[in-house]
Structures are given as structure tokens and as C-alpha cells.
């Protein structure tokens, strides 16, 4: 589906049922978006594990990333948790778990790393912001 140019965009980024790697989105291209928010929905996760999130911008030249959400709250319980990436925010608030006050990148993604080696099941779903 092609949307019109300065329209919010929803896609779900992944589905992970019963992984105990570390998982990473596709790179992801952002056209026409300033920011994001991100949403991660932990359906079932084992006994005393984290979850680190980290939401990375890619550089096409020297083929690296960067940290533009290090290491976002650790996710520890069965819960959703939300992130903010966009200029100028302010701190969080309002069921904002964490902000990172940055534009989004033209090209980017989400790798989300355990702290152990249990059993993950989750959801990440990504609203783009005009």
C-alpha cells in the first residue's frame, strides 16, 4: 500500500515466538517521517532475563550503525513498553517508557538483544510520525 506523502505510517517490524538470540528488524527506510513511536508487546519471557532494545541508524557508506536508543529501559516483566524517537522531545511521561530526542534517520532498525538464553516471545510495532 502507497501512502500519500505526510501521512503517519503503522507496520508491524517483527513477530518473535520462542527465541532465545537476539532478533533484528529488516533496515527499515524512512521517506517522509521525522520520528517514531515504538511499541513492544512481551507476551512470555523467562525467569530473571532482560530484554536490551536498541533502535540503530545505519550508515550506508562505511556500512555501520549507530545508537539512536542505547540499550532502552531493560524489559524485564510481561509487559508493553513504548519508545519516543523525535526532535526535541521532551522527557517521558504519559506511558512513555523512554525518549530519544533525535530525528529518524533515512535508514535504520531495531535489534533486540537478551541478557540470557531463555525463551522470548514478543511483538514490535512502529508508528512513524510526520
Do not use: C
Amino acid at each position: 500500500m502507497t501512502l500519500p506523502q505526510g501521512v503517519n505510517e503503522q507496520k508491524t517490524l517483527m513477530q518473535v515466538v520462542a527465541e532465545a538470540t537476539a532478533q533484528t528488524s529488516k533496515l527499515q527506510t524512512n521517506f517522509h517521517h521525522r520520528g517514531a513511536y515504538i511499541f513492544i508487546n512481551i507476551v512470555t519471557r523467562p525467569a530473571a532475563e532482560t530484554l536490551l532494545p536498541q533502535v540503530r541508524g545505519y550508515n550506508p557508506l562505511s556500512d555501520e550503525y549507530w545508537n539512536i536508543l542505547l540499550e532502552g529501559s531493560a524489559i524485564g516483566a510481561a509487559v508493553n513498553t513504548v519508545y519516543l524517537i523525535y526532535p526535541g522531545v521532551g522527557s517521558a511521561a504519559d506511558g512513555i517508557d523512554q525518549v530519544a530526542p533525535f530525528p529518524l534517520p533515512f535508514q535504520w532498525d531495531i535489534t533486540m538483544p537478551p541478557s540470557a538464553s531463555g525463551n522470548w516471545t514478543y511483538d514490535v510495532m512502529v508508528h512513524m510520525l510526520k
